[in-house]
């Protein structure tokens, strides 16, 4: 057990008691080793990530880093947003839930841990899968310097701003979007630096 879980515990107001038996579950399967990352107890096999526990103001998850390769037979993996390629949760809101889920629980461990062993990892989308809304298209068309900065970006970056601009539901807002951001994508940042 992890001292820095141990104190985020002792802290915790809000789903201790949940994210407590949470804890206890998960180190019933002896593969995984506990650690603490990005604020939260994090589950890992041969130093990769498997499984995190976190809160929300709604609930309280485990995160599975690769949950989109678990079979999900009972249906209870949750994708927490539409952008989310990778992990999956099961959202908790009682400690009952917990213990009655408790089989399935560890049975999704298991097998989380399974293709961690073989190496598995999951299809991300290419920046080419992203559509360049035609506001941004006509911009990179007509100046070049702009092209080169977006093309210098990381594929997340490049990701990220796609999506952001075809986000917009009107012509006149993704416009906006571009303008307002060719500064920062000339700099070579991107949307949240």
């Known amino acids: ?15 201790k008691e949940e994210m407590t038996l949470l804890r206890e579950i998960i180190l ?13 107890p994090c589950y890992t096999y041969n130093g990769k990530n498997v499984v995190l526990i976190h809160g929300f103001k709604e609930y309280c998850a485990i995160l599975f880093h690769k949950g989109a390769l678990l079979k999900d037979p009972k249906g209870i993996l949750v994708q927490q947003t539409e952008n989310v390629q990778s992990a999956r949760q099961l959202r908790f809101t009682t400690v009952q839930e917990i213990k ?12 989380a841990i399974e293709i961690e062993k073989a190496g598995k990892k999951v299809e991300l989308k290419k920046t080419s899968d992203y559509p360049v809304p035609v506001e941004f298209k006509k ?17 997340g970056r490049q990701k990220a701003y796609l999506f952001y ?27 949240e630096d």
């Open 165 to 191: 601009f075809s986000q917009a539901k009107q012509s006149q807002t993704r416009e906006a979007r571009v303008e307002k951001f060719v500064g920062k994508i000339l700099k070579g940042l991107g949307l």
């Open 100 to 111: 009655k889920q408790r089989t399935a629980i560890k049975s999704y461990i298991k097998e």
């Open 139 to 155: 911009r990179l068309d007509k100046d070049k310097i702009l092209k080169q900065a977006f093309s210098a970006l990381t594929p």
């Open 1 to 15: 057990m992890n001292q820095l879980v141990d104190q985020f515990l002792a802290k915790t107001k809000k789903w």
């Open 28 to 40: 019933e399967n002896k593969a995984l080793e506990e650690d603490y990352k990005w604020m939260h």
